[in-house]
């Protein structure tokens, strides 16, 4: 089953590659989307793919790569998206 879920990631996620982290984990997953850097200092990301999937992906945000320290995710399920074909950092 097809599930979509947006996340807001806080704590030292900027500057550590924590946007790559999350490219990477979908790309092995084989999900579509985005992630991006917000003003405030969090890492938003909406994550489409099989719900499996997503909840792996799920897991691997709320730990991080090895130089994030992760102090809360917010995590809501959205409807997914047809337009979403790839995954990709945003700016």
Do not use: C, H
Not at 10 to 39: D, L, S, T
Not at 49 to 61: M, N, P, T
């Amino acid at each position: 089953m097809l599930i979509a879920r947006r996340f807001v990631v806080k704590g030292r996620v900027q500057g550590v590659g924590f946007r790559w982290f999350v490219q990477e984990v979908a790309a092995i997953e084989g999900a579509v989307g985005w992630v991006r850097n917000r003003p405030d200092g969090t890492v938003e990301a909406l994550i489409q793919g099989e719900a499996a999937s997503v909840l792996r992906i799920d897991r691997q945000i709320r730990r991080g790569p090895p130089a994030a320290r992760v102090e809360t995710v917010a995590a809501v399920d959205e409807p997914a998206l047809d337009r979403l074909s790839e995954f990709e950092i945003r700016d």
